[in-house]
């Protein structure tokens, strides 16, 4: 069934579906004479209640029997189509069966693009929306987020909650009533490739109010308000590919960083800031699949950058950590060669110390400082040459790198290194030269 209309200022009935047919619509929108009016947008209720400033073309989805479009512009300029569109069922399409448990510290994962899955929940199902990181199409693909419609339930039938995007913008987490969660693409499918809907249960959030999906290109302003209750963000890079840039924080309050998500016994909790007192660890390059910020006791900005280039370029003294992109998440991400560089301008004694490291079934762990393509410090670690723990390695250059080795499905632990650089003068490079040169020396019997 199909209708179309063009009007002024109209309020319009949409039609009872044949009997035959289940009450799924859609909406096609075109401006197609000006711009509305802002204090006159099209609304649609009762499953998308939202306002629309300008459209050249827009969809939107719901499940009801029935509804009512009001389109309100007070002007003789603009002119507006829809047509409305019943599909006779929601499509499936390989449903995926997950089920979450308050012990896991890494959320799951739903690619929202052909997506169909139901959850089961130990207590009760939690879900984010964390929109894609790609600028290209980025828009049309974050509307398309309209298709991606979530049940309160163990199927369709159950109470819609309403769409992804509508989660996206709600900055709030969407919670279960009971233990199953149900998502669904309605059909004709839309593009959203590179959203995901984070999946957790509510037993590890319950305490979080405000709670964001984080993604995106340029540098990402979060304003996170934990004056009542925790406020918490998350972030996601499929195999741990990208990573955060944590760039700065202003504000009050305390800042928890957990490489997944939030968990009782901070097993996975990689770093503290207490935002007041935070800047000299900052910036920070943060690893991981799933990276969750938690705020409690204040209010603050944070600032990150998706992909790391302002924390691999160094151009003032720093005190931070590195770490592999799978420590402290106990999940098997297939790669032979997680490798990290730091860079700067100038010259920068570099010390390094390694906290712990797996070397077991082949795993090599390679740290050198160049300075000008000339190595400095080089030591490569494995099961027949094991580093000291906690000893510091130092050097003066202006590259930093680290290289950890393994074979590609293997189960692999990681490696955490704390590490400063600190900016030197060229005249001081000799006197750290004796020093590296000792490191060189006596690394491989450490």
Known sequence: MESQMFAEESGVHIPQPPQSQAAVSKFHFFNSKGKIRPNRSPRIS??????IQYAKYEKFYFVAPGGRIKLST?????SFQFSVQWYSNIPSYNPKFLNISASDSQPSIVDVFFVNSRVTAETRASAITIPLDEDYDRADQIKNLRSVLIFDGPNENATCLGSAYQL???NRQWVSTGKFLTIVQLKPLSYTSGSQLLIQDFETTKEINEYQGVGGPGILPIVMDASKQASAFSTYSPYGFAYDCLLNITGTGTLDVYYGGITESKSNLIASYSVSTAAPNLPQLLRGVVRTYVLTGGIATVNIKRYGYFCNHIDKNMN???TSREYKTNLTLPYSQDSLYYYSKGLFNYTLNLQTVDLSQNKSLQLTITNNKTNVLNVVYNSSNPPMLNTVLSGVGNEMDVFYKADYDSKKGGFYIDFTATKV?????KTYGLLVIFAILWAPFF
């Open 46 to 51: 009762p499953c998308s209640p939202k306002s």
């Open 74 to 78: 007070h002007s003789t300029t603009v």
């Open 168 to 170: 996206l913008y709600s």
């Open 320 to 322: 931070g950590f590195i």
């Open 425 to 429: 003068k060229a005249s001081a490079a």
